[in-house]
């Protein structure tokens, strides 16, 4: 399989309407928004999606209008993370048949699988679908991790194309990149404030949650770097990591769907029990954005 996930790919939140149900319109707009921000991809479902609270008909609703927005113009990852292999596969499935160009894979949580039972998960997953398969380590989230070793086995599986992690550890994040640099297989930073750090090592690029609200800053750290301009990617890291630092500002993801609010663009409440961020929060969201000049 010769699909390469790179660049910068937005860890697209899901805009709702104040009855919580997906908001059309808004999705939309915030597809084209990132899109005209010069990123390389969208990652819809996932974590700051909110995939957690969408049934699988809200799911593939996302999924739909995500594909039939983007038009092409730049692959659409979808989220396929569930507890379980079976549901697992259920989502790679509805990816499939909305036209998604590759999934990402949450390891299972609430229950702790081991390093065994991990590979067979994703085998499994992977043995079910055509699409790229992206692995998704999230250790603060989950509670589980792919460790490297497990990574650089299930790198050799033919539709298994990299993986993101989120873990915050660059020694792991390096380390999947090292034990994998021979293969068909390719790292993203999961974290915000690693991107320059990931490209500097090996990596391919990031899945950013801070992208949805800043997409050319954070397209910047990977075009620049491209470019040769590596200077200038770190200092478009150094403005970035403020906003993702922000994150403690309010409980995930209210900080990405509130920064967009601000911004005019319309992205709802997010799903209860996660309530909106106090005034005094806001306050000092708003000086994130105005040092980032993103905001006046």
Known sequence: MNFVPKGILPAMVTPLTKEGKVNEKALRKLVNYLIDGGIHGIFAAGTTGEFYGLTKEE??????????????????????????????????????????????????????????????????????TKLPVLLYNNLPKTGVTITPATAEKLADIDNIVGIKDSSGDFTLTGEYIRRTRDKNFYVLAGRDTLIHAALCYGGTGSIAACANVAPRLCADIYDKYVAGDVKGSLEAQYMLAPLRIGFALGTFPTVIKESLELLGIEAGPCMDPVGPMSTEEKEQLKKVLIQMELLK
């Open 59 to 128: 799911h593939k609703e996302v999924l739909q209008i995500t594909i039939d927005e983007a038009k092409g113009r730049v692959p659409v990852y979808a989220g396929a993370a569930a507890i379980t292999t079976k549901e697992c596969v259920e989502l790679a499935n509805i990816a499939e048949e909305c036209g998604a160009d590759a999934i990402s894979v949450l390891t299972p949580f609430f229950i702790t699988p081991n390093q065994d039972q991990l590979c067979t998960h994703y085998k499994t997953i992977a043995d079910n």
